[in-house]
């Protein structure tokens, strides 16, 4: 099945050249990029390897290719469809990159090196942090998102941190623990916000379950303050009737 998949997806994705009267496109350099050809490349889809053939625009001033249906389908400079790099990332978040190959071959019947799980997991974790941070900027202005009213009778917030040794290029720039010494560690925090309803036949308080959501971060206490501060607020810390904060004493 799959492989009548990659056939009818490979009809699929053979593009037309443009129409004679087709307008040339513009270029990020301000000039405008020609219809060249057509050219086709191999792209790996959860079907599996299709080719795809899509007309090719060059710009004459600075010599910049483009492939506008690249850019709609969400492959530009890619080899895999978006299908392919959801699953690397899934995969590549819970297990070893090298390891990860292994479930993509059995679940999936996708060859695919351990590289790829890497780039993959590693741009949507990239992609991932930009969003946190757009949204913990706005946090420290105070324009937190709208969180729809809920019955929380208890939330809590834990938090620790530790130094984790490093190598010195991931401390460069960075002033010691001592003054005149150069950092050997880098602050790493964990955090995570629960909610508790229940008491068990003892009167102890239960952790609701599969209420528990985490975040961490290498940072410094004070960046993950707020880090922890949005996804407390993003599961409802305002309609909270009781707020519990437990942290170990630490600045
Ligand atoms: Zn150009």
Redo the contacts with the bound molecule.
Sequence with gaps: MHQAGVSALTQLLQYPPPEEDHRPLP???????HYKELRSKTLLTVLGAVQLTRPYYL??????GQYPVDVELGIAGLESSPGVRRMEAVVGGEMPFALGCEPMKVLAGLDIPAKAVERAAEAIGAQIARRDEHEIARAKQLVLPLVSKQNIPEMYVLMDGVQVPVVPAETEGRTGRAEDQRARTRECELGCVFTQTCVDHEGWAIRDSDSTTYVGAIETAEEFGFRLYSEAWRRGWEWAKLKVVIGTGGR
């Design positions: 270029c990020s350099c301000g000039h405008s990029a710009c004459a001033h600075c010599a910049t």
